[in-house]
Each structure stands twice: as structure tokens, then as C-alpha cells.
């Protein structure tokens, strides 16, 4: 009768099992990218939305940091970031130019609002951001800037410089913070703010505010995705972040983005391969 042999279970050393648990961890990290972003896409709940249809198309988490483009984009130049979304245009096409990004993709567009108090001091309410502007410094209204170097932010100081390059009132402030606390100071006070329109739409404090201009072609906001440069920094997770470039821009990315409503009333609309 054949005698069957026995098997000893080999034991695991310490030093495997922490190799086992480093690889571990290395194929878990793998699958986490840093995507330095804009207030607006996150205080519209748009991530919120987004994120999670993409982790279940890829397995990949996304972990947002939001602040205005400017310090995103410096974020991104410091090598703190794997992926940019952000809407400023010149900025992102510079950013790419210098060589910090590897290419600049269009993934949706809103457009900016000029809010305020529904009393209108300034009487400013219309479809003219240049002449809403240059009623806002002649009135001294109040007028919270964000002066945080954000998207928002150089969007207004690009409408000044047409409407007001030399003084915009007394009533012109800094806050130097994100689009929610913009518009909850212009809540508090009655006073006029520009603000994207998905912020917007997504923000409950409104109290006395309302929309005052929009409509005006110069108001169209862009947004741009773009993975960031390897050659720069060698530990961007380069492959993973250009998964979420690819699926963003895809016709199932772009559906989802289509999709994200509050109130019926679609936010952000996508248009992936526009110039």
C-alpha cells in the first residue's frame, strides 16, 4: 500500500510577510491618484458625482485637492500632483508650452454669473459684464474679490482691466478665499461677486442674493484636464492619470458630466475634442 507523504506547511518569516505587505501597499498606491483642482469643481458637488463612476470603470481613486487654478497649477509645478483640472485657459496652454504638463485636453464648459443683492444698488442688471463693472466703481458698490489667483479670479480681473484698469471703487474687497466663502461674504453684506455658475447653482446661503448679469459671450468659462509632466517629475503616476484624462474625455465620461443636475438644471456641459 502506497504510503502518502506529508506535507509541512513552510513557515512564513517576518521579513516576507513585510515584503508581501510592501507590495501590497505599492499596488494599493498605485491606484490613487492626487488631482489638484478648483474650488468650483468641488464646491459644485461635481466631484462628488464624477469620481465615483470613475473609480468603478478603473479602480482608481482620485484624491482632490481644491484650490483656485493659480496655486493648482504651482501645486502641479511642485510635483504635489498627478493630474489638473482647471479653467484658466492661458494659464493651462503656458503651463503646457513650459513643459510642466504633457497635453492641455477641453473636458466641459460653464459660463461666469455676476451676483448680488436682488435690491441692485448699482443698477447694474443685464448681459453686459464690462458696463455692469464699470457702474460697480462708479457707485463705490461693495464688491468681494476672490484675489486668490484662482480661474474665477483672473476671469474678473481680465473684465476690470476692460471696464476699470484704474479704480474700482471703495467698495472693492479681497477675500482671498474659495467661491463658497465668496459668496456667503456677498450674502452677509448684499454685495455683488462674480461666481461661476455651478458654485452657484449648488449654493443653499443665498439670502438676499440673486443673479444679476449673464448672458454675455465674455462670461463663458472653460475647463481643461491635463496629466503632469514625468520628464519634470519621474514619480507622476503617469499611466493612472491619464486613465482619468482618457475616461473623462470619453463618451462615458462626458455622459456622466451631462448628467450631474441640481434641480433639473444641468451645471457643467461637456465638449471633449473642441479647441
Known amino acids: 500500500m502506497m504510503r502518502l507523504k506529508r506535507f509541512r506547511p513552510?513557515?512564513?518569516?517576518?521579513?516576507?510577510?513585510?515584503a508581501i505587505c510592501l507590495i501590497a501597499s505599492w499596488s494599493a498606491a498605485a491606484q490613487v491618484i492626487?488631482?489638484?483642482?478648483?474650488?468650483?469643481?468641488?464646491?459644485?458637488?461635481?466631484?462628488?458625482?464624477?469620481?465615483?463612476?470613475?473609480?468603478?470603470?478603473?479602480?482608481?481613486?482620485?484624491?482632490?485637492?481644491?484650490?483656485?487654478?493659480?496655486?493648482?497649477?504651482?501645486?502641479?509645478?511642485?510635483?504635489d500632483a498627478d493630474v489638473l483640472f482647471v479653467h484658466d485657459q492661458a494659464a493651462e496652454e503656458k503651463f503646457v508650452a513650459d513643459g510642466w504638463g504633457v497635453k492641455r485636453y477641453p473636458v466641459m464648459y460653464n459660463d461666469?454669473?455676476?451676483?448680488?443683492?436682488?435690491?441692485?444698488?448699482?443698477?447694474?442688471?443685464?448681459?453686459?459684464?464690462?458696463?455692469?463693472?464699470?457702474k460697480i466703481a462708479a457707485a463705490n458698490a461693495e464688491f468681494i474679490s476672490r484675489?486668490?489667483?484662482?480661474?474665477?479670479?483672473?476671469?474678473?480681473?481680465?473684465?476690470?482691466?476692460?471696464?476699470?484698469?484704474?479704480?474700482?471703487?471703495?467698495?472693492?474687497?479681497?477675500?482671498?478665499?474659495?467661491?463658497?466663502?465668496?459668496?456667503?461674504?456677498?450674502?452677509?453684506?448684499?454685495?455683488?461677486?462674480?461666481?461661476?455658475?455651478?458654485?452657484?447653482?449648488?449654493?443653499k446661503n443665498r439670502d438676499s442674493l440673486a443673479v444679476l448679469v449673464e448672458g454675455d459671450?465674455?462670461?463663458?468659462?472653460?475647463?481643461g484636464v491635463m496629466v503632469v509632466n514625468p520628464a519634470k517629475h519621474p514619480h507622476v503616476k503617469q499611466a493612472e492619470a491619464q486613465k482619468f484624462v482618457d475616461w473623462v474625455t470619453s463618451p462615458a465620461g462626458q455622459g456622466t458630466i451631462?448628467?450631474?443636475k441640481i434641480n433639473g438644471e444641468q451645471l457643467f456641459f461637456p465638449n471633449a475634442g473642441s479647441n
Open 34 to 79: 492626487t488631482m489638484a483642482s478648483t474650488t468650483s469643481t468641488e464646491q459644485s458637488g461635481l466631484f462628488s458625482h464624477l469620481l465615483p463612476a470613475f473609480k468603478q470603470a478603473t479602480g482608481i481613486d482620485v484624491k482632490v485637492v481644491a484650490v483656485g487654478t493659480g496655486q493648482a497649477l504651482d501645486m502641479a509645478r511642485r510635483g
Open 217 to 223: 459671450k465674455r462670461l463663458f468659462n472653460q475647463y
Open 112 to 134: 461666469f454669473i455676476l451676483v448680488g443683492g436682488k435690491g441692485d444698488p448699482a443698477g447694474v442688471r443685464g448681459n453686459d459684464i464690462v458696463a455692469a463693472l464699470k
Open 147 to 203: 484675489g486668490d489667483k484662482s480661474g474665477t479670479h483672473a476671469a474678473e480681473l481680465r473684465y476690470w482691466k476692460i471696464a476699470s484698469p484704474d479704480a474700482k471703487g471703495s467698495g472693492y474687497k479681497e477675500c482671498g478665499c474659495g467661491m463658497g466663502p465668496a459668496l456667503n461674504i456677498a450674502a452677509a453684506s448684499g454685495a455683488y461677486v462674480l461666481s461661476d455658475r455651478g458654485t452657484w447653482l449648488n449654493f
Open 10 to 18: 513552510v513557515a512564513i518569516t517576518q521579513t516576507a510577510v513585510a
Open 258 to 260: 451631462a448628467a450631474y
